[in-house]
């Protein structure tokens, strides 16, 4: 399943052109390896995610470094941020907030969840209630929240990186694929290479890596990357390329369903941020391909499917069977 | 099945407009209640697709089946077995499969059973406007093949339909090669066309009435090109059918009936004595008639045709046969020396023929020819009063004549006075014979129209005549036309002219050659279109084996077997060799945008060495593998793909210099290349 993330790797090395925007890259994913080896490219990836100014999930097995990845990213990009550790008691209230009467001044006064800050780390989304899961989904979706009547704006930028279990373990409610949607990627880890693990071995087990990394970006360095990608330019050649994808998600049997247009316009988003993280000012058919896998894998089901993961192959197939030239 | 499958729209209505394309031209000759059935599927199945209505129930098309073969039972013990009744069965069944088309596989069915279809119309006839009309069938049955499988979403009607002329003019080449070389193979098995409705034309007995018939059908009978020199006058027009000998006082025969030996005797080659028979002055006249199928073995030609193609038989009466039935159009050349006197001395058996009579009958009509001889001094001079008495009493030239009594010629000669050609060669004939000269009755066609187009003759139904020959002393056989007596015109200008008053003339064809011949442009369109049908026929219909067989010769030198097996081989071969090529190769991308053109160029040559870029590849991707397989053509691999990228996705400002300068590059590359490919 990651074969084709680990090939697309050593593209992009060789697609990158020096400049401010890549070299920044470069800087950030270098300090965020140093909490967690060997997987450049999902971080890559996930920075990507955020400059596209979408939330992001990471899906894994416990134990493969999601919470590490999250923690590590947030440091890095010098965020304020929280975490929420989602469990099935977990109450819609304990994340927005909730206003308690005040004796003193005798006032109900608005106490903020966790949720107002720039970086919400939601952990193990899928173990709450859908109900509470909703909470969290609708604030992702329209950076606000009403409390008690009363709307109230998230801070900006505001990103939300969730963790989950994959969904066939005991104790999770599996988010629906209007939720999932949300999401503008989806990331697995995956198990560590032979030299990552033998590094991890072979460190100070003691020292909290997480602890190590220093902020290297500016918030204002984020919000100016975020403006800048919308600029890149996609060439008509590209969008016939990028429809192509989209009609054939959508006119073959073995997709449950096609890809929405909410999806192809993250795909465009995403691919549109990465061709800026490689320092050029136009997209190209690697960007798409690379973002691929990350951008549609969850909003793509094939007919077949019963618990929702046969994403990938389906990504396998859009990317062998769509050509990039008609 | 999937219950819910939609038959697309335009590929419904495609098909719904082929079948009735199709049908026409069988419904055309099929009663009328069949084309009645067939609207009715039409309209039912437009209904079921607009949901007015409903598929017919397990019953409902249980019934229709057992009625289908109950009615196409009948019909056949009705017309019989043959061509006509099996058309029938295949026309209900085929407009039947209609309302029961529910899925793909069944529009298969009635497209298949359309391309049927019109290989049955070419069954009945092969002109050059039915060929057209077939040809615009298969169009629209094409057009729904491909409407059938294109989304709707996909395509217009329109594009379907420039789909299928093209794909119909790519097939065109291929239909002209197998025309030429494919081998004609005999029938397996012969179609037995409808006795009754299949015989045209004059037939070998007359009875009063029969020709009249025929002058009612502006069918063509055949078609007459002269060579070189003028055609003769058009009164000089007697096209020599059958010479009838045997009268029983109400129909003239070839030869009395029953006598199996007469019948063998007169199909029997009597060329041999030609000569002896025969005195001939002037020139001879060539000519070609091509005859239209009538399902009898005899021909028609000028008096006195000789033979030129060499499978004609003749008989002793100067009869022109041909070996076997007419069952398609024939062309065949004969020779005619028009000035001619034939058996100046009578032999006695011809002479017993042709005087003989019944024993008893028209005792008034025996009477006055005896009394008539008696009163001038020859038989020739008795001839010409006879005729005089056509044509000094009132006797009248119609179409419908009264009916006659027992004694027909009594009756005629003394009662009605109306008659067709054929009453007057027949009372002029019996009263020679009664008086003891011999004569005999002739049926054939008189006169024709001329085709200026293409300098030909067309002879019609219409035109069928009868007249007579009369033996006299000195001279041999005499033609006398008894008709021309009481209706000059009719020998002179033609039968048109003659009967253009006549209600009942052509009245049973709708273009006939008249109807329209006052309006000018109707009538140069009906000669043209003739003239196109005889060309064609000339051209394309006829062409059979024999002139296969020059064209090989003409193209190959001396026809060999091993040069038949070697071209056929060679022409497989060559149809597996581009087939082969086809597959090899892929279905190659054809991009409409010219920088992918070139791009694509570029992973052909690479595909040389064994590096093409696969479906999905993006073009970094591409480079980064050809550099790692070789990494010598870095550089070069770089240069372009950058320039690729540069004109695909950044979309520089001058995209034909950089274009140029990528075709510059891709040479390059190729030189490069050739010392690796080699």
């Known amino acids: 399943m990651f074969s084709l993330n680990l090939d697309k790797q050593q593209d992009t090395r060789t697609q990158l052109v020096e400049n401010q925007y890549s070299e920044m890259v470069q800087v950030t994913v270098a300090e965020v390896s140093k909490a967690l080896l060997g997987k450049e490219h999902q971080i890559r990836l996930s920075l990507c995610c955020l400059f596209s100014g979408g939330h992001l999930l990471l899906e894994d097995l416990p134990g493969m470094g999601k919470t590490t990845l999250s923690y590590a990213l947030a440091k890095a990009l010098g965020m304020q941020y929280n975490r929420i550790q989602f469990t099935s008691d977990l109450l819609p209230a304990d994340i927005l907030g909730i206003s308690i009467y005040d004796q003193s001044s005798g006032q109900f006064s608005f106490h903020p969840g966790p949720i107002f800050n720039q970086l919400v780390l939601a952990d193990e989304i899928n173990r709450t209630t859908p109900k509470t899961q909703s909470a969290l989904l609708e604030a992702m979706e329209e950076h606000q929240v009403t409390v008690e009547g009363e709307t109230r704006r998230l801070p900006d930028p505001f990103f939300v990186i969730a963790t989950q279990n994959p969904v066939n373990l005991a104790g999770t409610y599996p988010l629906p694929e209007s939720q999932l949607d949300r999401f503008l990627m989806r990331l697995r880890l995956g198990y560590p290479d032979q030299r990552a693990e033998r590094e991890l071995l072979e460190m100070d087990t003691e020292r909290d890596k997480v602890e190590s990394v220093q902020q290297c970006l500016q918030l204002q360095q984020v919000t100016d990357f975020r403006k800048r990608s919308a600029q890149v330019k996609a060439s008509s050649a590209l969008l016939d390329y990028v429809q192509r994808l989209i009609a054939f998600t959508r006119s073959h049997e073995e997709f449950h369903f096609g890809l929405s247009p909410r999806g192809s316009l993250a795909l465009m988003r995403a691919a549109k941020t990465w061709a800026l993280m490689c320092g050029r000012d136009h997209v190209v058919p690697e960007d798409v391909q690379t973002v691929l896998p990350a951008v549609v894998e969850h909003r793509l089901r094939a007919m077949s499917d019963e618990d929702g993961h046969t994403g990938a192959a389906l990504v396998q197939r859009l990317l062998s069977e769509v050509d990039i030239i008609d | ?678």
């Open chain 2, 1 to 678: 099945m999937d219950i819910s499958y939609q038959i697309p729209r335009a590929a419904l209505i495609w098909v719904l407009a082929a079948v009735v394309l199709v049908s026409i031209p069988q419904a055309a000759r099929m009663p009328l209640w069949i084309a009645i059935i067939g609207i009715t599927c039409v309209v039912w199945r437009v209904l079921i697709f607009l949901g007015k209505f409903d598929y017919p129930g397990r019953w409902l098309r249980t019934a229709v089946v057992i009625c289908t073969l109950i009615i196409t039972l009948t019909q056949m013990r009705n017309i019989g077995l043959g061509l006509d009744s099996a058309a029938a069965l295949l026309m209900l069944g085929f407009v039947f499969k209609l309302i029961e088309m529910r899925s793909k596989r069944d529009v298969y069915v009635v497209v298949s059973l359309c391309f049927v279809m019109c290989m049955v119309s070419f069954l009945y006839t092969q002109s050059a406007v039915i060929t057209l009309y077939i040809t615009s069938c298969v169009i629209a049955i094409l057009t729904s093949m491909i409407a059938l499988h294109r989304s709707q979403a996909e395509t217009s009607t329109r594009s379907n339909f420039w789909l299928a002329c093209k794909l119909g003019l790519q097939a065109l080449p291929l239909t002209v090669v197998l025309f030429l070389v494919f081998p004609r193979i005999a029938p397996l098995w012969s179609v037995p066309f409808q006795s009754n409705s299949g015989e045209t034309g004059v037939s070998n007995e007359m009875t009063p009435g029969d020709l009249a018939l025929l002058g009612r059908s502006s069918e063509l009978a055949f078609r007459v090109q002269f060579e070189g020199g003028p055609s003769p006058m058009h009164a000089a027009l007697y096209w020599r059918g059958l010479v009838l000998e045997h009268f029983d006082g109400e129909t003239w025969r070839r030869t009395r009936p029953g006598s199996a030996y007469a019948e063998a005797a007169q199909r029997a080659d009597f060329n041999l004595d030609w000569e002896d028979r025969v005195r001939t002055q002037g020139g001879p006249l060539n000519y070609n008639i091509i005859l239209e199928p009538t399902q009898q073995p005899w021909l028609f030609g000028l008096h006195l045709a000789q033979r030129q193609t060499s499978s004609l038989l003749q008989s002793r009466n100067f009869e022109i046969f041909n070996n076997g039935l007419v069952n398609k159009r024939l062309s065949y050349d004969l020779q005619s020396y028009t000035n001619n006197q034939t058996d100046l001395i009578l032999l006695d058996s011809a002479r017993r023929r042709a005087t003989q009579l019944p024993e008893e009958g028209n005792e008034a009509s025996r009477a006055f020819a005896a009394q008539l001889r008696q009163s001038v001094n020859s038989d020739r001079d008795y001839a010409f009063t006879v005729l005089g008495h056509f044509q000094q009493n009132p006797f009248f030239y119609t179409l419908n004549p009264p009916l006659l009594g027992d004694q027909r010629i009594d009756d005629f000669l003394f009662n009605t006075r109306n008659g067709f050609c054929e009453h007057y060669a027949s009372t002029f004939a019996f009263l020679m014979r009664a008086v003891g000269i011999p004569a005999r009755v002739v049926v054939g066609y008189h006169g024709g129209e001329y085709n200026r187009f293409e300098d030909y003759m067309m002879v019609y139904q219409y035109n069928a005549h009868a007249w007579t020959e009369v033996w006299l002393e000195g001279e041999g056989w005499v033609r006398f036309d008894p008709t021309a007596a009481v209706s000059p015109e009719r020998v002179e200008i033609g039968v048109e002219a003659a009967l253009s008053e006549d209600p009942s003339f052509m009245e049973e064809s709708f273009f006939g050659a008249n109807r329209f011949g006052g309006v000018g442009w109707m009538n140069t369109l009906r000669l043209r279109l003739d003239a196109l049908e005889y060309e064609w026929n000339r051209r394309v219909v006829s062409y059979d084996e024999t002139e296969q067989y020059d064209l090989f010769a003409r193209l190959f030198g001396q026809v060999t077997d091993q040069k038949i097996l070697l071209l056929l081989g060679g022409l497989a071969s060559a149809v597996v060799a581009v087939l082969a090529f086809i597959v090899i190769r892929g279905t190659p991308t054809k991009s409409s945008d010219p920088v992918n053109r070139v791009y694509a160029r570029l992973s052909r040559e690479l595909d040389k060495i064994g590096l093409p870029r696969q479906s999905g590849e993006g073009p970094y991707s591409y480079r980064d593998r050809v550099v790692a397989a070789r990494p010598e053509l870095k550089e070069p691999m770089g240069t372009l793909t950058e320039l690729y990228v540069e004109l695909s996705y950044r979309q520089y400002d001058e995209p034909a210099d950089k274009l140029r300068q990528f075709k510059k590059q891709l040479l390059q590359l190729r030189l490069r290349l050739s010392p690796l490919t080699r």
